[in-house]
C-alpha cells in the first residue's frame, strides 16, 4: 500500500475542534462532513487539496474529542495519510479502527514542509520526500494493529471473528 | 515489578495475573457508553459487524446530552435514530430528555460506574471515573460498536505518571485550579498515553465531586485515564448511588512510575487557562482588566451540586455585571432539583443568571449560548480551543465556579477572594 500527494502543513496541537467543529455534528455521513474537513484552521482546505494530498503536523494531532468524525472527514475528503511526530491517543485508535492511514515519524513531521510532493510506502515505513529528495522511517505498527489494519478496520474484523 | 493501579484493574479484566506498559491486550468490559453524536456513528458500525444484539442489556448507556432538547432538524433525526436503536436493543440504561444529564455526572449519580470497572465510552471525558477507583477512558465510535458487539476492547497498558498530593485546599480553591494547575505544568500533551496516578495523604481530603473534576481533565493532559485510590469517601459514595458489586485495587508498593510529581495542595492558587489551550494557565491575580462578555457555569467538569453551591454563595444578594449572560446549567436532573430545593435557583434569578435545564449546549458550542466574534467567556468547562465555544474569533477562559461566578459580578476575570475589596 502506497500513498502519494502534496503536502498540507499544520503545527502542534491540532485539535478535533478545528479539524470538524461541533456545529457540523448534527449529521454523521461522512461524505457530508468532508465538506467543512479543516474548516477552522484552513478555511479553504477543502478546495486547494486534492485526492491523494497528505497532511503533515507537529506534536499531539487530533487532541480533544472523542468524535471519530474528524479522521472520518479527513478520509472522505480524500486525504491519503496523514504524518505526525505524534497523535492524540483516541484520535490514533480511531483512525487505525476506520483504516485511515497515519504515521508517526518526528523527522517527517520536522524536516516536510508545506508544499512538498511526498510519497509514503506503509508497509515499510518509508517516507519519501520527492521535492527534497530525501528519505524518513517511520515507526511500524505493532502486528495487533497491522492485523486490523489489513482487514480494512475494526469493525471488518470483528465481522470475521464473530461469524466463526 | 508492581502495576500500577490502572495496570491492576486492566490485568484483572484481561484474564492475566500480570500485564506490562506497551503490552496490547484484549479487555471485557463492564460499561460501554455513548452520547447522541458519537452513538449516531456507532449504530451503522454494530450492524455493520452483523451482531443482533448488545452484549449485555444491562452494561450499555447511551445519554441523548449534546445537542438536546433537539437543536435543530438534523439534531432531531440523530437523536431520533439513537431512540430507535435503544428501543430496538431494549438496552437498560437510556436517557432521554427529562431523566437526561451530562453523561459523566449522570454514570456515577445513578450508580451505574463503581470501583474496579473498566468503562469505555464514545466520548473523551470517560475518564471521569477514574474518580471512584474505575479505569475509564474515552474511545471513538467504532470501539463502541464493537464494545456494544463483544464486550470487549483492545488496549495498549498504558505507562504511569504519578502526583502525589499533600496537604489541603485553602477556601476558595478546589479541584479545577488543581488540575489547571497540572496541565500547565505538564502540558497539553504531557501525559499522552499514559495513566495519571493520583496518590498521596492530600487525596482524603478531596471530596468526590473535586476528584471528578480532576479525572474529568485527564485527557487535557492527553492522558489515557485519570485514577483516584477507593478511599472511605468513594466507599460511602459508591453505597449511596449503588448496589452493584464494586472492586478495590491497589497499586502495588513498587510500581513504576514514569515521573513523580509531589504538590502541595495549599500553594494551589485560582487558576485559569487563557485561550487557546487548557495548558495556557496563570494564577488569577496574572489575569486582570480581561473584561467579559458571558460567563458558563456547568459541563461535565463543573457542573456538579458542590459546582452549584460555590457559585451561588458568591452570586446570593449580588447582581451580575450589565452586558455579562450568566448561563447556569446544573448537570443532572437531581442537582436542578437539589438546586432549587436549596435556594440557588432563586438566587441565580435574582442575580440576574440563567439557569438552564441539563444539557451540554455551549461547552462544545452546540447551543444555549455561541459567542460571537470577538466575544470573551469564562466558562468552567474543560477545552478553550479555537472556536470551541462559536465564532473562530471568539475566547474562552477556563476557570473555577468560584472564579466564574466573581467574575461574572464584576464583569471581567475576578479572584473570588478579593470580592468587595474594590
Ligand atoms: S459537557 Fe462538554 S466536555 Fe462534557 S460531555 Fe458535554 S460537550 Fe463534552
Redesign the interface.
Known amino acids: 500500500m502506497k500513498a502519494a500527494g502534496k503536502v498540507f502543513q499544520y503545527g502542534d496541537?491540532v485539535?478535533t475542534?478545528?479539524i470538524i467543529?461541533?456545529?457540523y455534528?448534527?449529521?454523521?455521513s461522512g461524505e457530508e462532513l468532508a465538506k467543512y474537513c479543516m474548516i477552522?484552521?484552513d478555511p479553504d482546505f477543502v478546495n486547494k487539496m486534492k485526492k491523494g494530498d497528505i497532511i503533515v503536523a507537529k506534536?499531539?494531532f487530533g487532541?480533544?474529542?472523542?468524535?471519530?468524525?474528524a479522521?472520518?472527514a479527513i478520509k472522505c475528503a480524500g486525504v491519503s495519510c496523514v504524518i505526525a511526530e505524534?497523535f492524540?491517543?483516541?484520535f490514533y485508535?480511531?483512525a487505525i479502527?476506520?483504516g485511515m492511514p497515519i504515521l508517526e515519524c518526528a523527522e517527517a513531521a520536522n524536516d516536510i514542509e508545506d508544499g512538498d510532493e511526498v510519497e509514503v510506502d506503509f508497509k515499510s515505513g518509508v517516507i519519501t520526500n520527492i521535492t527534497k529528495n530525501c528519505t524518513y522511517q517511520a515507526q511500524g505498527f505493532?502486528d495487533?494493529?497491522q492485523k486490523i489494519m489489513e482487514a480494512d478496520?475494526?469493525?471488518?474484523q470483528?465481522?470475521a471473528?464473530?461469524?466463526q | 515489578m508492581g502495576m500500577t493501579m490502572t495496570q491492576k484493574i486492566l490485568a484483572a479484566h484481561a484474564n492475566k495475573e500480570y500485564v506490562k506498559a506497551g503490552e496490547l491486550i484484549q479487555v471485557k468490559l463492564d460499561i460501554v457508553m455513548g452520547n447522541d453524536i458519537t452513538t449516531a456513528v456507532a449504530i451503522p458500525e454494530f450492524q455493520k459487524t452483523g451482531a443482533k444484539e448488545v452484549f449485555d442489556k444491562d452494561k450499555v448507556v447511551i445519554v441523548l446530552d449534546h445537542f438536546t432538547p433537539n437543536k435543530d432538524i438534523k439534531a432531531a433525526q440523530q437523536c431520533k435514530s439513537c431512540r430507535q436503536f435503544a428501543y430496538d436493543t431494549n438496552i437498560k440504561h437510556f436517557f432521554d430528555v427529562g431523566e437526561v444529564g451530562i453523561e459523566h455526572a449522570l454514570l456515577p449519580e445513578k450508580g451505574i460506574v463503581v470501583p474496579g470497572d473498566v468503562i469505555i465510552g464514545a466520548d473523551s471525558h470517560t475518564c471521569t471515573y477514574g474518580a471512584l477507583g474505575a479505569f475509564s477512558t474515552g474511545i471513538g465510535s467504532t470501539d463502541m460498536a464493537i464494545g456494544m458487539a463483544t464486550g470487549e476492547a483492545w488496549f495498549k497498558v498504558p505507562k504511569a505518571i504519578e502526583f502525589r498530593l499533600e496537604g489541603e485546599f485553602s477556601p476558595y480553591v478546589s479541584g479545577k485550579d488543581l488540575i489547571l494547575h497540572i496541565i500547565g505544568m505538564i502540558g497539553v500533551d504531557g501525559a499522552l498515553y499514559q495513566s495519571m496516578e493520583f496518590t498521596g495523604e492530600g487525596v482524603h481530603s478531596l471530596s468526590m465531586d473535586d476528584r471528578f473534576t480532576i479525572a474529568n481533565m485527564a485527557i487535557e493532559a492527553g492522558a489515557k485515564n485519570g485514577i483516584f485510590p477507593v478511599d472511605e469517601k468513594t466507599i460511602a459514595y459508591t453505597k449511596e448511588h449503588s448496589t452493584k458489586p464494586y472492586t478495590i485495587f491497589e497499586a502495588d508498593a513498587d510500581a513504576q512510575y514514569e515521573k513523580t510529581y509531589v504538590i502541595d495542595l495549599s500553594k494551589i492558587e485560582p487558576t485559569v487557562a487563557f485561550p487557546h489551550l487548557p495548558e495556557n494557565t496563570k494564577t488569577v491575580d496574572k489575569a486582570k482588566d480581561i473584561t467579559i462578555d458571558q460567563v458558563v457555569i456547568g459541563s461535565c467538569t463543573n457542573g456538579r451540586f458542590s459546582d452549584m453551591k460555590a457559585a451561588a454563595d458568591i452570586l446570593r444578594g449580588k447582581k451580575v455585571a450589565k452586558g455579562v449572560r450568566t448561563i447556569i446549567i446544573p448537570g443532572t436532573q437531581q442537582i436542578y432539583l437539589d438546586c432549587i430545593k436549596a435556594g440557588y435557583v432563586e438566587d441565580f434569578i435574582q442575580a440576574g443568571a440563567i439557569f438552564s435545564m441539563p444539557t451540554c449546549g455551549p461547552c462544545l458550542g452546540g447551543h444555549m449560548g455561541i459567542l460571537a466574534e470577538g466575544e470573551r467567556c469564562v466558562s468552567t468547562t474543560n477545552r478553550n480551543f479555537v472556536g470551541r465555544m462559536g465564532h473562530v474569533e471568539s475566547e474562552v477562559y477556563l476557570a473555577s465556579p468560584a472564579v466564574a461566578a466573581a467574575s461574572a459580578i464584576t464583569g471581567k476575570i475576578t479572584d473570588p477572594r478579593t470580592l468587595g475589596e474594590e
Open positions: 496541537n485539535d475542534d478545528v467543529p461541533a456545529r455534528l448534527n449529521v454523521s477552522d484552521i506534536k499531539n487532541c480533544g474529542s472523542s468524535r471519530e468524525h479522521p472520518l505524534t492524540a491517543r483516541i485508535r480511531n479502527n476506520i505493532p495487533f494493529i478496520g475494526l469493525v471488518a470483528t465481522k471473528r464473530m461469524m
